[in-house]
């Protein structure tokens, strides 16, 4: 994809940070189970839209990932689907449904992780 | 002054389908807002990972049926640039015309649920009969009153011959005429309507900007950003220019999407007249790999879709980001400071689709 | 008794539960209500309470969030009752029929009279599978 | 409100909009998409409608020599329509009718003749 940079756990805030001060807007966010680590996409918009900007973090399966719903507020939702899709571990989401938001109890637990066909 | 929580919803007759707000109130007034969602998840991304990936055209239609068009077409347009596939330009003018057509729809049967929403009964009515024609005319291009279903890879599977296109216009002049008589006036005019609209759930600029939000929520608060000068399909040929209003409050967002009703009936005028000759589709073969992310304007906003394919028949990973998604958040600030009877309003002013928030 | 099962079946009240559909059968229920279809005309009246209703309309397949929501509303409906299932995806699963947070059809919760096909069902069937419904309603099931 | 005067007028003085429809049935375009049809002289059982189908709607058994198509299932996409080598499929402009019992379709083939 273009306009990707590849950024580390601890970087991630201070990049986010730098993209509030260029106002971008937040897009969404993905995460991918790639069977040994996560790996998540931050995806921005600059200029009102027309131009994008991927920041992609690695993640190791029992790490915890730092939220940036403290800078980006609507990042939380996004976050808390992340959590509750994944089995990832997100760290102060600024509105935490704690794995309720979408899922029912009796629903299939993460199932977007891989093999839970 | 002691709080209560007033849960509005799931079950709501203003909603056609299950959201909940959970409301704090002081007396009548709003202080704060928790959204409760997930009554109709069904988990479509992970079912896009099992199904081939031509077969997910069909499911990704069916994340929502009011804009299920443009799903599809992010989702063909993403698959298009990962496979780099040259669509031709007939159907890249066809993607507009019913493109459009679902805007149309979508707008029109949202205007007519704000206007049940405070009671005006007629306007509903007249504004649902409208709409009947353009399902007519959905119906009679697509083979279907709501999901046109007519998107492939590699183009569209229907043509609009000439007679057709004929019909097609004799039926939008008397769309246009209904809606001149009686939709259009009441909207600009009528002072129920006003009463009810003018400065409620306000969002300024800057909040719409760190908030995220997509669409005519956005356009309303006067930020002109719309995917469709992104310029893909055949917008670039067409030309296009965004709407926008500058109040930030329901009534901006409603007239937004008056106007957007208007210009889509442009566009689709023009696109039938502009329309080249030509093949509709091209054979795609292969399998795809790579990632790519393609994002479209549905009429609620932008819709992102992230597609990464591993060379195989089904994909890795399919992720949806659907503008009801994204404008959640811009509700939590238009809802503290108003009335518990405004709710309703306020709330349909962001056109919320649950069942594209929640897939 | 006769002459309030053939009244009730001349004025059926409906309740609609969307259960997780993709919208396009709601707006189709909409539709019904509004000038060109107007079923109104049959004395229907769309109700949001499910103690008044006689009918319920569901759309969409049960998933794991909400069954249990409809099976509280069927079970608050007075007797006698009929659902009508509108739409493919609540018939058998449909295109959802993989989807993870899925049940797969109605049936499985609560027992159903009618099943409309479809995907979206169209007013017209809608119509129909409501007249059947009306017939079942007759009878006293 | 002087310019709703025109519309009141009007609607008042003209034929209503509603379709009648139980009596009077209004017959759907000719392009609308419906019911599936399957033609045992073309078909060669090959399956492939049964591997495109995004909903698991028909089941083809070349053994038994039977097609199962489930009109419950299916979501009128067309994409069987397109995807059939031998063109064996045709659709339908009407739905399959609303039923009490969700009953599959069985399609016998005679037995083959090569």
């Keep these: 994809m273009e306009n990707e940079i590849t950024v580390s756990k601890a970087e991630l805030i201070t990049e986010v940070q730098k993209m509030l001060a260029q106002k971008a807007m937040f897009g969404t966010a993905t995460c991918l189970d790639l069977d040994e680590r996560f790996e998540i996409i931050y995806h921005f918009e600059l200029e009102q839209g027309l131009k994008m900007r991927h920041i992609r973090v690695s993640l190791a399966k029992d790490d915890t990932l730092p939220s940036i719903s403290n800078i980006y507020m609507c990042a939380a939702l996004i976050e808390n689907e992340m959590q509750e899709m994944f089995d990832i571990k997100i760290s102060g989401i600024a509105l935490d449904f704690k794995r309720g938001m979408l899922l029912a109890k009796e629903s299939p637990k993460t199932p977007l992780m891989k093999g839970k066909e | ?359 | 008794m006769n002459w309030i099962a053939r009244s009730r079946a001349k004025s059926p009240w409906l309740l609609h539960y969307d259960c997780g559909s993709c919208n396009g059968c709601d707006i189709e229920i909409l539709a019904c209500l509004t000038p060109l279809y107007d079923i109104e005309r049959f004395g229907i009246v769309n109700m949001g309470n499910p103690k008044h209703a006689d009918i319920l309309l569901v759309t969409g397949p049960a998933n794991h969030p909400n069954y249990r929501v409809l099976k509280n509303l069927y079970e608050q409906m007075p007797e006698p009752k009929v659902v009508v299932v509108v739409g493919s995806c609540g018939c058998t699963g449909g295109v959802f029929h993989n989807c993870p947070n899925i049940l797969g059809g109605i049936d499985k919760v609560i027992p159903v009279d009618v099943y409309v096909p479809g995907c979206a069902a169209k007013p017209e069937a809608i119509i129909d599978g409501v007249v059947l419904a009306l017939e079942k309603l007759k009878n006293g099931k | 409100m002087p310019w709703m005067l025109p519309t009141i007028m009007k609607n008042l003085f003209s034929r209503p909009v509603t379709r009648r429809y139980p009596y009077v049935k209004r017959p759907p375009f000719p392009e609308a998409r419906g019911k599936l049809h399957f033609d045992t002289e073309k078909c060669n059982l090959c399956g492939a409608c049964s591997r495109i189908c995004p909903a698991n709607a028909i089941i083809v058994d070349k053994e038994g020599r039977t097609i199962k198509y489930n009109p419950f299932a299916c979501i009128y996409c067309g994409n069987c329509v397109e995807g059939c080598p031998k063109k064996a499929i045709t659709m339908d402009i009407l739905y399959s009718p609303p039923a009490i019992q969700k009953e599959e379709e069985v399609i016998t083939f005679p037995p083959s003749t090569k």
């Design chain 2, 1 to 359: 002054m002691a709080r209560t929580v007033i849960p509005f919803g799931p079950q709501h007759p203003v909603f056609p389908e299950p959201i909940q707000l959970k409301l704090e109130c002081e007396d009548e007034r709003i202080v704060g807002v928790v959204p409760v969602i997930g009554y109709i998840s069904r988990g479509i991304e992970k079912a896009a990972e099992l199904n081939p990936f031509r077969n997910n055209i069909f499911l990704c239609e069916r994340v929502c049926g009011i804009c299920s068009f443009m799903h599809a077409l992010c989702y063909c347009q993403g698959i298009e640039d990962m496979m780099k596939v040259e669509v031709p330009s007939r159907a890249r003018f066809l993607r507009v015309f019913w493109a459009e057509l679902s805007r149309m729809h979508s707008h029109l049967l949202w205007l007519g649920l704000l206007a049940d929403s405070f009671g005006f009964e007629s306007l509903f009515m007249q504004v649902w009969r409208a709409r009947e024609i353009i399902l007519d005319i959905s119906e009679m291009t697509s083979g279907h009153r709501i999901i046109q279903s007519t998107n492939v890879i590699g183009g569209v599977r229907r043509d609009i011959d000439e007679e057709m296109a004929q019909k097609v216009e004799e039926m939008l002049a008397q769309f246009k005429e209904l809606a001149d008589r009686s939709i259009l006036p009441t909207i600009l005019n009528d002072p129920t309507i006003k009463e009810r609209t003018v400065g409620k759930g306000i969002l300024t600029k800057e909040q719409a900007e760190l908030l995220a939000a997509v669409g005519p929520t956005l356009r309303g608060s006067g930020v002109a950003s719309d995917m469709r000068m992104t310029e893909y399909a055949a917008y670039k040929e067409i030309g296009f220019e965004p709407i926008v209003e500058t109040a930030g409050d329901s009534y901006a967002r409603t007239l937004v999407r008056v106007k957007e009703i208007y210009q889509s009936l442009d566009i689709i005028l023009k696109a039938l007249s502009m329309m080249p000759e030509g093949d509709i589709a091209v054979r795609v073969t292969g399998r795809p790999e790579g990632e790519v992310v393609s994002r479209v304007e549905q009429p609620r906003g932008e819709l992102i879709y992230y597609v990464k394919g591993n060379g195989t028949a089904n994909l890795e990973r399919l992720k949806i980001g659907t503008p009801t998604f994204a404008n959640i958040p811009s509700l939590l600030v238009m809802l503290p400071g108003c009335e518990l009877a405004d709710v309703p309003v306020i709330t349909l002013s962001i056109d919320p689709c649950i069942a594209c928030c929640e897939r």
